[in-house]
């Protein structure tokens, strides 16, 4: 802290998917300003490192490399410091931005609009560029597998968890949603559906596709709670723990998963939203100076999509899980979590 703060309260941050210990510290200033920061510490070696396999301490080595710290506007660095104690462990400074993250379910048209260009803007700076080689970035084929084999483990039953690796019983015993939600996705499918997504997130090799497309930086986790609007105008991203070198498509199906089809904030089709498509294209391209191959863009997406379903597609059940939950909300849910695997098997017949 500055040598012109006199006093710093602490307290734990908590109902966070995070697996690490995160600290609020709000400093009072000896001119009688206080500021709030946030300090975030992970152990040196998780199980989210065995999972991806990426470098240890990921998201403190991107800072490190600049990354997180050079973005094009109007994204705005949160981490303003790093350290690694003696026992090995990685520390992390930000500034306190919750003052920005939105609510669930308020986000507006012009908020979509505002992430969608700034992302954009960052995967543009990235675009196919050698950089990403010196970078400490986790494999889309890692970041899935960290949600995927989990899924699968899950859906075999007690002697599959316990005979998976270790890695997946830490996951499944940190996010308990999975746990909750799947088996309540699942019966909602009915078992034709069901055994097509197993099957689907167990045969991974449509993820190839997504080679063919130019690489980028990508956060990896554009949910509401990593986003954050400043009244200045600017654009915050936190928790770069699943960054990752991919296709900037993954990023957007990511979001569109949670935002339109799991948690939407209106009576909108998911494929309302679809026109931002076009939002994030424009921006890249004039960030690029120069079209790109929307074609493949769009064949990606597909494919990105797929990704997303594999990762997060028992999000769909939560607003059914429950004892007082109603037909119609039974019925709603049902129908959507059946759209999304006729939209699957859309994309995979077109594309593998």
């Known amino acids: 802290m500055p040598a012109d703060v006199v006093s710093v309260a602490k307290a734990p941050l908590t109902g966070g998917r995070t697996g690490a210990a995160v600290v609020r510290l709000d400093a009072l200033f000896r001119d009688g300003v206080e500021r709030s920061y946030v300090q975030k510490t992970l152990p040196r070696d998780t199980w989210r490192d065995a999972a991806m396999e990426s470098t240890p301490g990921a998201e403190v080595a991107l800072f490190e490399s600049g990354a997180t710290r050079d973005l094009p506007e109007p994204l705005a660095p ?6 690694r104690g003696e026992d090995g462990a990685y520390r992390m400074w930000m500034h306190d931005v919750s003052a920005g993250i939105r609510p669930r379910g308020a ?3 012009a908020d979509e609009r505002t992430l969608v260009e700034g992302v954009a803007r960052l995967h543009a700076a990235y675009w196919d560029s050698p950089r990403l080689a010196e970078l400490p970035l986790a494999t889309m084929a890692g970041t899935t597998r960290i ?15 316990a005979t998976s690796p270790a890695w997946v019983r830490s996951f499944l015993d940190e996010f308990a949603p999975m746990g909750v939600y799947l088996p309540r996705f699942l019966e909602l499918l009915g078992p034709d559906d069901a055994d097509f997504f197993l099957h689907f997130v167990v045969e991974r090799g449509w993820l190839r596709l997504l080679d063919d497309a130019p690489m980028t930086l990508v956060h990896g986790d554009l949910r509401r709670a990593n986003i954050s609007f400043g009244d200045d105008g600017t654009l915050r991203l936190i928790d770069w723990e699943f960054a990752a070198r991919g296709p900037g498509a993954t990023d957007l199906a990511w979001h569109w998963f949670l935002h339109f ?3 939407p904030g209106d009576d909108r089709l998911p494929e309302e939203h679809d026109p931002l498509l076009d939002v994030y294209v424009a921006a890249v391209e004039a960030a690029l100076g120069r079209a790109i191959d929307r074609p493949l863009f769009d064949r990606t997406w597909d494919v990105a999509w797929l990704r997303a ?14 004892d007082d939950v109603d037909s119609a909300t039974i019925e709603a849910v049902r129908g959507r979590c059946t759209r999304a695997i006729a939209r699957a098997r859309r994309a995979l017949d077109a594309h593998v």
Do not use: I, K, N, R
């Open 78 to 83: 949160t981490m303003f410091a790093v350290d």
């Open 107 to 109: 986000f507006t048209d």
């Open 147 to 161: 949600f995927a084999e989990p899924l699968v483990a899950l859906a075999g039953g007690p002697a599959a968890v």
């Open 261 to 263: 089809w799991a948690y």
């Open 309 to 322: 379903l594999s990762q997060l597609g028992y999000c769909l059940a939560d607003p059914a899980v429950g």
